[in-house]
C-alpha cells in the first residue's frame, strides 16, 4: 500500500496567515492526489481533486501544487472558517490510503 | 442539489452482521462510481470499498481487510448503495461515510456509527 504522510501535524496561526501543509507519497502516485477539510463532527469535505484543481464551490484561497510524490495545499489568507484538520489521500489505485492529517488551530 | 444519506450504523456484537444504505439524490447514481470510507480515531481515515458502473462492469474493489466479508452493491432503481457486512470484528468499529467517486471523492454523507463490542 501506498503511504501519505503529512507536515507539520499541528500549527497554529492568525486570521490573514499563509498557510502550507505538505503531504508525502510513498510511491509515485502522478496527480492523483485530493485534500480534504474536516472539522469536528462534521463530515470530510472535498477541496481540491487531481493535485491542484478546486472543487466547485470552494474559495480560491485554497490552492494545491505538486505531482509524483511531494503535494502542497496553501491557504492563501487564513479565514476564521478555515480552522479545520487537513487530509490529503491518493487515488492512483487501490487501497486508496489518507494521510494522518493536519490540524490548523487558532495562535 | 447532490446529497448523501446514510444510515443503518449500530451497535453489534463481534461476529454479527449489519447492513448500512445510502439513499443518494440530485444525481444519476448509473452515471457514477460510489465509495465507503470509514473513520475510527485510532486508525484516522480509511477506504472501505468501490462500486463501479454498468459501463464498467459493475465491478467491485475491497480493502484487503475487510475483503470477503464486506459486500458493496447497489440498487439504481431506489437510487441506494449498499454496504453488507458479515463477520463484524472490533476493528470495524468507525464511522461508515458513503461517498460519490468523482473527481477523487467529491461529495460525502454525514456518516452512519457502527460499534463492534460485546
Known amino acids: 500500500d501506498i503511504q501519505m504522510t503529512q507536515s507539520p501535524s499541528s500549527l497554529s496561526a492568525s486570521v490573514g496567515d499563509r498557510v502550507t501543509i505538505t503531504c508525502r507519497a510513498s510511491h509515485d502516485v502522478g496527480t492523483a492526489l485530493t485534500w480534504f477539510q474536516q472539522k469536528p463532527g462534521e463530515a470530510p469535505k472535498s477541496l481540491i481533486y487531481d493535485a491542484s484543481r478546486l472543487q466547485t464551490g470552494v474559495p480560491s484561497r485554497f490552492s494545491g501544487s505538486g505531482s509524483g510524490t511531494d503535494f502542497t495545499l496553501t491557504i492563501g489568507s487564513l479565514q476564521p472558517e478555515d480552522f479545520a484538520t487537513y487530509y490529503c489521500q491518493h487515488y492512483v489505485g487501490f487501497p486508496f490510503t489518507f494521510g494522518p492529517g493536519t490540524k490548523v488551530d487558532v495562535k | 442539489e447532490v446529497q448523501l444519506v446514510e444510515s443503518g450504523g449500530d451497535l453489534v456484537q463481534p461476529g454479527g452482521s449489519l447492513r448500512l444504505s445510502c439513499a443518494t439524490s440530485?444525481?444519476?447514481?448509473?452515471?457514477?462510481?460510489m465509495d465507503w470510507v470509514r473513520q475510527a480515531p485510532e486508525r484516522g481515515l480509511e477506504w472501505v470499498a468501490r462500486?463501479?458502473?454498468?459501463?464498467?462492469?459493475?465491478?467491485?474493489e475491497y480493502r484487503a481487510s475487510v475483503k470477503g466479508r464486506f459486500t458493496i452493491s447497489r440498487d439504481e432503481s431506489q437510487n441506494q448503495l449498499h454496504l453488507q457486512m458479515n463477520s463484524l470484528q472490533t476493528d470495524d468499529t468507525a464511522v461508515y461515510y458513503c461517498?460519490?467517486?468523482?473527481?477523487?471523492?467529491?461529495?460525502w454523507g454525514q456518516g452512519t456509527t457502527v460499534i463492534v463490542s460485546s
Open positions: 440530485g444525481f444519476i447514481l448509473s452515471d457514477f462510481f
Open positions: 461517498v460519490r467517486g468523482y473527481n477523487g471523492l467529491d461529495v
Open positions: 462500486s463501479r458502473t454498468k459501463a464498467h462492469g459493475h465491478t467491485t
